[in-house]
């Protein structure tokens, strides 16, 4: 049976893996056999994934991101080139500590810039937004625009990627979809 998902021929596809339908893996990739790649993702050059790590459909790659063992990324997630995933919180080369990863989840249509860090432990909320070269060490709320070393909460950002201008009733519109949000209680939400 034919493969329904493209991979360069420098890519290395261990046995097991688990990929989609429609997902491309481009140069010296190594997605190792206990992981899982939904549909119609895309893995520039240089990514690894390990064991146990699941990406949702539509998930984009850019080059050379580890995905360490611990992480889930739901659908429609952005992660940057040279973005970093931790997984030990105090890693140490003599004390083994391969059954203490911390579990990490990027939750739908999030956003990590290149060359982010972010330390496990710490959930990214829906559609938010982690700025290039922040360090995330705490979760990250939906809709949240993250700034910094360490990420400060800067603001908020629309399902399109603009940052949302709220008016006094807590109300913002996307200037490219016209979605509306609200803002009420510390929190984002869309307003159908």
């Known amino acids: 049976m034919e493969k329904e998902y493209f991979s360069h021929e420098s890519a290395i ?37 390990a064991d146990e790590v699941v990406l949702g459909n539509n998930v984009k790659v850019q080059n ?6 611990g992480v889930v990324c739901e659908d429609d997630v952005f992660l940057g080139p040279s973005m ?30 290149a060359n982010a860090t972010i330390i496990c432990g710490n959930d ?3 559609f938010s937004f982690i700025a290039a070269g922040s360090v995330i060490t ?21 399902e399109y990627g603009h940052r949302l201008e709220f008016d006094d009733r807590g109300m913002a519109v996307c200037p490219e979809s016209g979605e509306r949000y609200e803002l ?5 939400k869309k307003v159908k």
């Open 13 to 49: 596809i261990d046995n097991g893996a688990r990929i989609g339908r429609g997902t491309k893996i481009w140069h010296f990739c190594h997605v190792m056999g206990k992981s899982v790649l939904g549909e119609h993702c895309n893995l520039g050059q240089n990514v690894f994934v």
């Open 64 to 69: 050379n991101v580890s995905i360490y063992s």
């Open 84 to 113: 970093v995933f931790t997984n030990i919180k105090n890693p140490r080369s003599a004390v083994v500590r391969k059954g203490e990863y911390a579990k990490t989840l990027v939750k739908k249509g999030a956003s990590i810039g």
């Open 124 to 126: 990214i909320g829906r």
């Open 138 to 158: 705490r979760e990250v709320p939906d809709y949240a625009l993250m700034i910094g070393c360490p990420a400060q909460h800067k603001g908020w950002m629309s």
């Open 184 to 188: 009420k209680n510390s929190k984002v």
